[in-house]
Nanobody, 118 residues
Framework: QVQLVESGGGLVQLGGSLRLSCAAS????????IGWFRQAPGKEREGVSC????????YYADSVKGRFTISRDSHKNTVYLQMNSLKPEDTADYYC???????????WGQGTQVTVSS
């Protein structure tokens, strides 16, 4: 079964950390650019970070630059999003998908919720 499964979300206090995982099954994650996106209540979905399939070039939204780190573990067929110094404005549902541009992604995970309390 071809799918992406996110995990690692939860409730954390201001300044805390979480590591989100995006595990793929049924296909090889390294063959694709993988993006992390988030959507907060009442807001549009936004791109957070992306890692390219070639050279693992990374991209970060300005709002998370310096705080979030995206990485791959090829052996585990998983992409991670390490989130440090979390802020209440990071509160959202986080999704991984098979592209850096949401309109081009052919597969999405079910999402994992992140809540940052102040």
């Amino acid at each position: 079964q071809v799918q992406l499964v996110e995990s690692g979300g939860g409730l954390v206090q201001l300044g805390g950390s979480l590591r989100l995982s995006c595990a793929a099954s049924g296909f090889i994650l390294d063959d694709h650019d993988i993006g992390w996106f988030r959507q907060a209540p009442g807001k549009e979905r936004e791109g957070v970070s992306c890692i390219s399939r070639t050279d693992s070039i990374t991209y970060y939204a300005d709002s998370v630059k310096g705080r979030f780190t995206i990485s791959r573990d090829s052996h585990k067929n998983t992409v991670y999003l390490q989130m440090n110094s979390l802020k209440p404005e990071d509160t959202a549902d986080y999704y991984c998908a098979t592209d850096c541009r949401d309109i081009r992604a052919w597969l999405w995970g079910q999402g994992t919720q992140v809540t940052v309390s102040s």
